[in-house]
Nanobody, 121 residues
Framework: VQLVESGGGLVQAGGSLRLSCVGS????????IGWFRQGPGKPRGWVGC???????YYADSVRGRATITVINAKNTVNLEIHSLKPEDTAVYSC????????????????WGQGTQVTVSS
């Protein structure tokens, strides 16, 4: 099982970006996939999640600005964030939950290495 993120980089405030999480060794759409981020000097925080039925959930900090989608043919989950703010600067990681439901007390067992997003003011 492997998860690989891509799409990070330097973006100006107000801009948009799309991060991708490609899964291998399993069918990504069979599991709930979460996105997390860790900013400089901050603990890792939950950004959002998409279930196997495409139900999505978002943290208050990104709700209305973020969209998580699954591309089954590419075994990929995308995270798009618009109206980026400097406080969105972080390493963004995706993770696979041990079940297909986001709202379950089951841990995320597999993690990607993360991709850096830097938002300049």
């Amino acid at each position: 099982v492997q998860l690989v993120e891509s799409g990070g980089g330097l973006v100006q405030a107000g801009g948009s970006l799309r991060l991708s999480c490609v899964g291998s060794g399993f069918t990504l759409a069979d599991y709930a996939i979460g996105w997390f981020r860790q900013g400089p000097g901050k603990p890792r925080g939950w950004v959002g999640c998409i279930s196997s039925t495409d139900s999505t959930y978002y943290a208050d900090s990104v709700r209305g600005r973020a969209t998580i989608t699954v591309i089954n043919a590419k075994n990929t989950v995308n995270l798009e964030i618009h109206s980026l703010k400097p406080e969105d600067t972080a390493v963004y990681s995706c993770a696979r939950k041990g079940t297909h439901v986001c709202r379950a007390f089951v841990e995320y067992g597999f993690w990607g290495q993360g991709t850096q997003v830097t938002v300049s003011s």
